[in-house]
């Protein structure tokens, strides 16, 4: 199973950081947040990864172009520019680096990324380049595959700025993208769903949040995995530092 990660946002609530590099590529322990959401799914055995590029992609392509190298030991032989690995430690990890468009929207980069999952795919994985979980990624995989809609979001429920999702059990009846006011259930990203939703995006202004969401609710084919456990965006600098603290003592997203 592929995973979509969504790393081209412009990431203006944080524009102290997202001034002079992406917001997926700041940093929580010294690593790009983006790293840590590639971990989690490692954990799970999920290795091969779409990142969607926009905003100063190209810092995300450098990041990867050197990942190897300073994962290595190495030892250069400058008489004949030989370099000899005596240790890595890099992922075992396959990642396709797709421009989508510096202003495309959530919807429009998806389906850009869904050009590189093939033809015999069922299920590909899809979250935002800027949120860390202990989701359970396993179970969450298990729940879509019984439940067989088209669609499973993860429902948390921290603060209030997020889309909101009306539930009957683990039926979703609405979507409703950043409601004024609602303490209830959110998106929390961490998607799972057939390829074929494809269908669902118009082009690049489409945003995945809307229309293509909210169809999928009315046609009831959305179910929520609803993750009671920590999940929290890095959205601010606050949100940042709150990350930070919580790496420095025990981090819950950290299962590797």
Not at 13 to 27: D, F, G, H, Q
Not at 168 to 192: A, Q
Not at 193 to 207: E, H, M, Q, R, S
Not at 212 to 225: I, S, V
């Amino acid at each position: 199973m592929k995973v979509i990660i969504l790393a081209g946002g412009l990431g203006t609530r944080i524009a102290e950081e997202s001034a002079v590099r992406p917001k997926p590529m700041v940093e929580i322990g010294g690593k790009p947040i983006l790293w840590h959401i590639m971990k989690i799914y490692g954990h799970y055995g999920f290795n091969e990864f779409v990142i969607c590029l926009g905003y100063k992609g190209i810092m995300i392509k450098e990041y990867f172009s050197h990942y190897f190298l300073h994962m290595s030991d190495v030892t250069y032989d400058m008489t004949t520019g030989a370099m000899q690995v005596h240790r890595q430690a890099a992922e075992p990890w396959k990642v396709s680096l797709v421009d989508t468009g510096e202003h495309s929207q959530t919807g429009g980069r998806l389906k850009r990324a869904l050009e590189f999952i093939g033809p015999g795919e069922e299920t590909v994985a899809m979250t935002y380049g800027d949120g860390v979980t202990d989701l359970p990624i396993d179970k969450l995989l298990q729940f879509h595959r019984a439940h067989g809609k088209q669609a499973t979001v993860t429902a948390v429920r921290p603060a209030k700025r997020f889309g909101a999702l009306a539930l009957e059990g683990d039926r979703v009846t609405s979507f409703r993208e950043k409601p004024e006011s609602d303490g209830g259930w959110i998106n929390g990203g961490f998607f799972l769903f057939n390829p074929k939703v494809k269908a669902l995006i118009k082009d690049d202004a489409t945003i995945w949040e809307r229309e293509p969401m909210e169809h999928l609710a009315e046609q009831d084919e959305l179910r929520a995995y609803v993750h009671p456990g920590f999940w929290h965006p890095m959205d601010t600098l606050r949100d940042r530092q709150f990350l930070e603290e919580q790496w420095a003592t025990n981090p819950p997203w950290k299962k590797w």
